[in-house]
C-alpha cells in the first residue's frame, strides 16, 4: 500500500493549462517577420552577397528578379518551339521573329533597370545575335530611360571570371567570321564549359559554327535548340493544362459550397453531396474544448519557439558554414557548385527545424498527455478522405491565388514582387542530387513543418482566443508575411494560408492542409525545373 502511495506522488503533475500570451512571444513573433522581409527592405546577408544575388557595394549592382529572367526565358524557348513547329508546317514562320523580338525587346529594359546583371547581359548578347542584330551595341534609349552601355558593359569588374568570359564574347561576337576551325572548336569548347548557360549555349555554339561557315555543325546546334525548347515548353503546358482544368474544377466546388450553404441557411437541408459534405461539413472535435492540455498561450508560445529555432538554425548552418567553419573551400567553389553547396544547407536546416520542433511536441505529449497532438490536428483519422479533401482544398485555392495575385497586382502596380529564394536555388542548382534535396526540402519537408506551426500550433490558438473565421484571416495573413516576397506576393499566399486553415478547421487534421501545400510547391517546383 506505501508503494503503491509513493508511486502515486512520483508521477509528474500535469502542467496546468496557459491561455495568456505573452507579450515576449508576440516581439519574438515580431523578430521572426523582421527577419523575413529585411532582405526585400535591402538588409541583405553575407550569404548573399557570396551567392552574387544581392548588392555587393551600391544600387547599380542589383540583380534583376529571377521571375523577369523566367518571362525572357520562356517567351525565347517559346519562340524556338513555334521555329520547331514551322518547319513541319504546324506554325507560320514569322512567329518565330515576333517572339524573339518580344524577348529582346525584355531582356533590353531589364538591363536598363540593371546594367550590372550578367544573366540578363548574356541572354540580350545571344537574342540579338540569332536576330541578326549588332550583339553589342549600347542598348537603345527611350524618352523615360536613359541609355545604357552595351551589355559587354557588365563584365567590367575586377573578377578574373568575368574577365574571361567578357572575352569569349569579344572573340565571338567582334568578328564577322572566325578565321581558323581551330579558333571556333576553342571558342565552342569554353561555351560549352559555361555553367550560367543553360539552354543558352545553344544558342551561342549556333553562331559559332555559323561564323566560322560550318553549317552542317550550326544547323545540329539550332535543333538542339528547338529540341530543348520543346522540351521545356512542352511538359510546362501539360502542367498548366492540369492546373486549369483542377481549377476550373476549384471554382465549381467553391461556387456548390456557396450555394450549399445559402440553401442550409434558408432551411433546406439539401442532399448528401459526398465530397462537398467532407469539405463543408465539420467534424466532431477530436478532443472536447474543456479537455484540451495545451491553452492558447501554451499553443501560441510553442510556435514561436519553433519560428524562431527555425531562424537560428537555418542562420546557423548557412553562414556558420559559409563564414567560419569553411570560408576559403566555399570560396574557391565554382558558381554553380556553390549554389548546390547552399542547397544541401537549405535542406539541412529545414530536416533539423522539423525534427526539432517533431521533439518539442513529443516532449509535451509526454510531458500533458498524448491528446496534444489531435489537439493540434495531428492525427490520420479517414486519411483517405483527408488526401481527397487536401486535393479538393488546392483546386478551391487556386483560383482565388491567381485573382490575389491579380489584384495585388493592380493595387501595387510599381511595387517589385522578389520571387521566393527558393525559387532561384531551383533555377540555378543542377545534378540529381540538388534537385532531390530541393524536392524534398519543398514539396515534402516545408509543408509538413509549416502545416504544423501555422495551422496546428498558431491557428488553434488564435481559434481560442478570437473565434473561427477570425483566426483563419489571421492565420493567413501571418503565413503571407513570413514569406520573403513584398506585398505583391503576400496576398495570394495569405489567401493560400486562409485555406489551409480552413481545412485543418473542417477536417479537425493537418493532413488535407498538407497535401494541398505540397501540391502547390510541387506546382511551382516543376514550373522552375522545366523552365531552366
Known amino acids: 500500500m506505501v508503494d503503491s502511495e509513493q508511486s502515486v506522488e512520483a508521477r509528474p503533475a500535469i502542467p496546468l493549462r496557459n491561455e495568456r500570451v505573452s507579450p515576449w512571444s ?51 524557348k517559346t519562340a524556338y518551339a513555334n521555329d520547331y513547329a514551322a518547319r513541319l508546317g504546324i506554325k507560320q514562320p514569322e512567329l518565330f521573329q515576333k517572339m524573339l523580338e518580344h524577348a529582346i525587346d525584355d531582356a533590353e529594359d531589364q538591363l536598363r533597370d540593371y546594367p550590372s546583371d550578367l544573366s540578363v547581359a548574356r541572354r540580350l548578347m545571344i537574342l540579338r545575335a540569332e536576330l541578326g542584330r549588332q550583339p553589342l551595341m549600347a542598348v537603345s534609349a527611350d524618352r523615360h530611360r536613359r541609355a545604357v552601355g552595351p551589355p559587354l558593359a557588365a563584365f567590367d569588374a575586377a573578377s578574373p571570371d568575368q574577365a574571361r568570359e567578357a572575352n569569349l564574347w569579344r572573340a565571338l561576337y567582334t568578328h564577322r567570321i572566325l578565321p581558323h576551325p581551330s579558333d571556333a572548336s576553342a571558342l565552342a569548347s569554353e561555351i560549352k564549359r559555361q555553367p550560367t548557360l543553360g539552354w543558352y549555349r545553344y544558342l551561342a555554339l549556333h553562331q559559332v559554327w555559323l561564323r566560322s561557315g560550318d553549317f552542317v555543325r550550326a544547323g545540329d546546334a539550332q535543333d538542339l535548340a528547338c529540341r530543348g525548347a520543346i522540351g521545356s515548353i512542352v511538359p510546362l503546358t501539360g502542367l498548366y493544362v492540369v492546373v486549369l482544368l483542377v481549377g476550373l474544377a476549384g471554382v465549381t466546388l467553391l461556387v456548390s459550397l456557396g450555394v450549399r450553404s445559402f440553401l442550409i441557411k434558408s432551411g433546406e437541408q439539401g442532399a448528401n453531396l459526398g465530397l462537398l459534405n467532407t469539405l463543408a461539413v465539420p467534424l466532431p472535435e477530436p478532443v472536447v474544448p474543456a479537455q484540451r492540455r495545451l491553452g492558447a498561450g501554451d499553443l501560441f508560445n510553442l510556435f514561436v519557439v519553433c519560428m524562431v529555432l527555425f531562424a537560428l538554425i537555418s542562420r546557423a548552418i548557412e553562414y556558420g558554414a559559409t ?3 569553411f570560408p576559403q573551400a566555399f570560396a574557391a567553389l565554382t558558381s554553380t557548385a556553390r549554389v548546390n553547396a547552399v542547397v544541401d544547407m537549405v535542406s539541412a536546416s529545414q530536416l533539423a527545424t522539423t525534427l526539432v520542433a517533431a521533439a ?42 491567381y485573382l490575389g495575385a491579380a489584384l495585388a497586382s493592380h493595387l501595387f502596380p510599381n511595387t517589385p514582387d522578389p520571387s521566393n529564394p527558393a525559387i532561384d536555388l531551383t533555377i540555378k542548382s543542377s545534378g540529381l542530387m540538388a534537385r532531390a534535396a530541393l524536392f524534398v526540402t519543398i514539396c515534402v519537408l516545408a509543408p509538413i513543418f509549416e502545416e504544423t506551426m501555422f495551422r496546428g500550433l498558431f491557428y488553434q490558438a488564435a481559434r481560442a482566443k478570437i473565434g473561427i473565421w477570425p483566426a483563419i484571416v489571421l492565420t493567413g495573413i501571418v503565413f503571407g508575411l513570413v514569406h520573403p516576397v513584398s506585398i505583391v506576393g503576400s496576398i495570394p499566399l495569405m489567401l493560400l494560408g486562409s485555406v489551409f486553415a480552413w481545412l485543418a478547421e473542417t477536417r479537425k487534421s493537418l493532413l488535407p492542409g498538407m497535401v494541398a501545400h505540397g501540391l502547390q510547391n510541387l506546382l511551382s517546383f516543376l514550373s522552375m525545373l522545366f523552365l531552366s
Open 323 to 325: 563564414q567560419f567553419l
Open 26 to 76: 508576440l516581439l519574438l513573433l515580431a523578430l521572426v517577420i523582421l527577419s523575413q522581409v529585411a532582405p526585400q527592405l535591402g538588409l541583405h546577408g553575407a550569404l548573399s552577397r557570396r551567392l552574387g544575388l544581392s548588392s555587393t557595394s551600391s544600387a547599380a549592382a542589383r540583380r534583376v528578379d529571377v521571375k523577369d529572367i523566367l518571362q525572357i526565358d520562356f517567351e525565347a
Open 360 to 401: 518539442i511536441l513529443l516532449w509535451q505529449a509526454r510531458l500533458r498527455g498524448w491528446t496534444i497532438l489531435s489537439e493540434i490536428g495531428l492525427n490520420f483519422r479517414g486519411a483517405g478522405k483527408n488526401v481527397l479533401a487536401g486535393v479538393a482544398g488546392w483546386g478551391i485555392a487556386l483560383p482565388m491565388i
